[in-house]
């Protein structure tokens, strides 16, 4: 099956800093998701980004399929930022919705 | 937005009793859904996708006869967990796909809050 990468593992911000996560992935692919995995659980969907860039407020998503690779972007980082960013994918020879997961970013932003 | 509601969101049980675990798409209806599990500090695993009026489809090492998903209407899927042990502990997270949903009409995945079992 397909394989997905995110870099780095942990990542302890300043509140107010900026920082990218990666995600690569060894496969073409249908669809891509950022999720934001709160303290509690649950899954926010974040982006949804097969390809190209978008944009939501202190956040950005940046995918270049052809390269395999997408990257998210925190600016101005918050304490509520605080979570594990997971990137999904689903393989372009899967079936609808059948995501695979990376290991995702443990993200802290200390005030 | 699409909303999916998982319940119970903490479940706490006897070793070798059986444990039903809701999934339901408030707003919209959902032939597809999958389940996931997620062990502490690691990532989601799914375990089978579930589909409205048919068998579920289980990923290779999940049992079947372990984990029974029944997908009886197009708003529920419901996994459970039978003769739990210790080792069944963990966070079982559903998602439901929305067809048409999301920008320019792709399918977009929305995902339950988390069922936490913890097998005594």
């Known amino acids: 099956g397909i394989q997905v990468e995110q870099s780095p593992p942990d990542l302890i911000l300043q509140e107010g800093a900026n920082s990218t996560l990666r995600c690569n992935f060894s496969d073409s692919v249908n669809n891509l998701q950022w999720f934001h995995q709160n303290p509690w659980g649950q899954l926010i969907n974040l982006f949804y980004i097969p390809s190209g860039t978008k944009q939501n407020g202190r956040l950005s998503a940046t995918t270049v399929a052809t390269e395999r690779y997408s990257l998210l972007y925190i600016s101005s980082s918050q304490t509520t930022d605080s979570g594990v960013y997971f990137c999904a994918v689903e393989g372009a020879t899967d079936s609808w919705g059948k995501l695979q997961f990376g290991a995702g970013t443990q993200v802290v932003v200390t005030p | 937005g699409a909303v999916v509601s998982q319940h119970p969101s903490r479940v706490i049980c006897k070793s070798g009793t059986s444990v039903k675990i809701e999934c339901r798409s408030l707003d919209f209806q959902a032939t597809t859904m999958f389940w996931y599990r997620q062990f502490p500090k690691q990532s989601l695993m799914l375990m089978a996708t579930s589909n409205e009026g048919s068998k579920a489809t289980y990923e290779q090492g999940v049992e079947k006869d372990k984990f029974l998903i029944n997908h009886a209407s197009l708003t529920l899927s419901t996994l459970t967990v039978t003769s739990a042990h210790p080792e069944d502990s963990s966070f079982y997270i559903c998602?439901?796909?929305?067809w048409g949903s999301g920008v320019s009409g792709a399918n977009v995945l929305t995902f339950g809050a988390g069922s936490r079992l913890t097998v005594l």
């Open positions: 998602s439901a796909l929305d």
